[in-house]
Nanobody, 112 residues
Framework: QVQLVESGGGLVQPGGSLRLSCAAS????????MGWYRQAPGKERELVAY???????HYAESMKGRSTISRDNAKNTLFLQMNSLKPEDTAIYYC??????WGKGTLVTVSS
């Protein structure tokens, strides 16, 4: 059973940066991609970014130029570096394996 555990969330001021991590236990290579989604209060869960096993990356328009997704295959870990954070980035950020396995999320709050 593959499990995902996110970390790195917290409170940050507008314009600040955060680096989220997602540690996966078990074999993850049978999944097509790893990704980050987020859900703000009262809103639906939305894609932030994903990266395939081959290294192809895709970002939501709102995160292009402000975030970088990467993975360390040796450590089964996914990362999301977010810069120039805005209050509207406030949400719970979830790690996923091909939208089949989900972590419990980590809260990111952008506020002064």
């Amino acid at each position: 059973q593959v499990q995902l555990v996110e970390s790195g969330g917290g409170l940050v001021q507008p314009g600040g940066s955060l680096r989220l991590s997602c540690a996966a236990s078990g074999s993850i290579f049978r999944f097509g991609y790893m990704g980050w989604y987020r859900q703000a209060p009262g809103k639906e869960r939305e894609l932030v970014a994903y990266i395939t096993t081959g290294g192809y990356t895709h970002y939501a328009e709102s995160m292009k130029g402000r975030s970088t997704i990467s993975r360390d295959n040796a450590k089964n870990t996914l990362f999301l570096q977010m810069n120039s954070l805005k209050p509207e980035d406030t949400a719970i950020y979830y790690c996923t394996l091909s939208q089949i396995v989900w972590g419990k999320g980590t809260l990111v709050t952008v506020s002064s």
